[in-house]
């Protein structure tokens, strides 16, 4: 059984700084595309930042050059860095892997619990 589990988050100023984890545990061949979301209060989930097992990123137009997504591909984890934060930054912040267990076999799509990002005030 894979696990992802986020650390990271909490409340920040605007124009403040943060970084999220998500690391997965479990028996795990390889990991492809590593993923964050997010959704804000009341809204849809929205996908923020992408990055590929070749290290290719794509960020969501609201979030560019303001947050860096990297990845630890010996330790199974992804982070967020989240620089020059706004308000509308606020949402409770989901990883999402698509994790090989076996070789030859399909990824399967693994989520974090979340954790709440507040940028206030």
């Known amino acids: 059984q894979v696990q992802l589990v986020e650390s990271g988050g909490g409340l920040v100023q605007p124009g403040g700084s943060m970084r999220l984890s998500c690391a997965a545990s479990g028996s795990i061949f390889t990991i492809n595309t590593m993923n964050w979301y997010r959704q804000p209060p009341g809204k849809q989930r929205e996908l923020v930042a992408t990055i590929t097992s070749g290290g290719t990123t794509n960020y969501a137009d609201s979030v560019k050059g303001r947050f860096t997504i990297s990845r630890d591909n010996a330790k199974n984890t992804a982070y967020l860095q989240m620089n020059a934060m706004k308000p509308e930054d606020t949402a409770i912040y989901y990883c999402?892997?698509?994790?090989?267990?076996?070789?030859?076999?399909?990824?399967?799509?693994?989520w974090g619990q979340g954790t709440q990002v507040t940028v206030s005030s």
């Open positions: 999402n892997f698509r994790v090989i267990l076996v070789a030859g076999t399909l990824s399967r799509n693994y």
